[in-house]
């Protein structure tokens, strides 16, 4: 099973703050994404990065695939409470059908 | 909303006895993926069913099993429970396999709380 660790595990900030959370693995992923959960509710896709080095951006969220295709970061520009959530990075598994989740960093957003 | 549908919301039980968890998966989708979430060990797959056959297995234990039937929804039966099995367990569908674009969406989940 290839391990994704997420850091930081909890992350409280206010209200227009910028932040950063890391996905990190010894193994080398073919793509990789991170997904937003809500809490009484399912995990959601946000994006999938395929090629190493490659940024993307979603509104104020960019997130970055490492070179090496080993991590991935994404970052959070002026914060809203409506980030609030658990955010999730996650690969397919060596078989190509289930994906391996990080246990994800928790995000609350004060006013 | 996903599309996808998952019952009941929340289930409580006692240990020693036997539920049974429904998907269903948004239209158009053949692959129903299971996965548990608990606090320690995070989001974890369990199993994958693939227009009625079983593809995938994951962490799964003897005492779970699943099936999916020929309208395409599926149903997990967890036997013996124990208190440990109390988690969130997901239900994700997709439309095909494949690697890179195999999105999964996923349910909101049944809370299962074994006391």
């Known amino acids: 099973t290839q391990l994704l660790e997420q850091s930081p595990q909890f992350l409280s900030i206010q209200e227009g703050e910028n932040l950063t959370v890391y996905c990190n693995s010894s193994?080398?992923?073919?793509?990789l994404q991170w997904y937003r959960q809500e809490p009484g509710e399912g995990p959601v896709l946000l994006v999938t990065v395929v090629t190493g080095g490659e940024v993307k951006k979603l509104k104020r969220l960019t997130f970055q695939f490492g070179d090496a295709r080993k991590d991935s970061s994404l970052h959070i520009t002026a914060a809203q409470p409506g980030d609030t959530g658990l955010y999730l990075c996650a690969a397919h598994s060596n078989s190509g059908y289930a994906l391996n989740f990080g246990k994800g960093t928790s995000l609350l957003v004060t006013p | 909303d996903s599309g996808v549908t998952q019952t009941p919301k929340h289930l409580i039980t006692a240990t020693g006895q036997r539920v049974t968890l429904r998907c269903s998966p948004r239209s158009g989708d053949l692959s129903v993926y299971w996965y548990q979430q608990s606090l320690d060990q995070g989001l974890q797959f369990l199993i994958q069913y693939y227009n009625g056959e079983e593809r995938a297995k994951g962490n799964i234990l003897e005492r779970f099993s699943a099936q999916q039937f020929p309208d395409l929804h599926s149903e997990l039966n967890l036997s013996s429970l124990e208190l440990g099995d109390s988690a969130l367990y997901f239900c994700?569908?997709?439309?095909?396999?494949?690697?890179?674009?195999?999105?999964?969406?996923f349910g909101p989940g049944t809370r299962l709380t074994v006391l």
């Open positions: 994700a569908s997709s439309v095909a396999v494949g690697l890179l674009y195999n999105e999964q969406f």
């Open positions: 193994s080398v992923f073919s793509s």
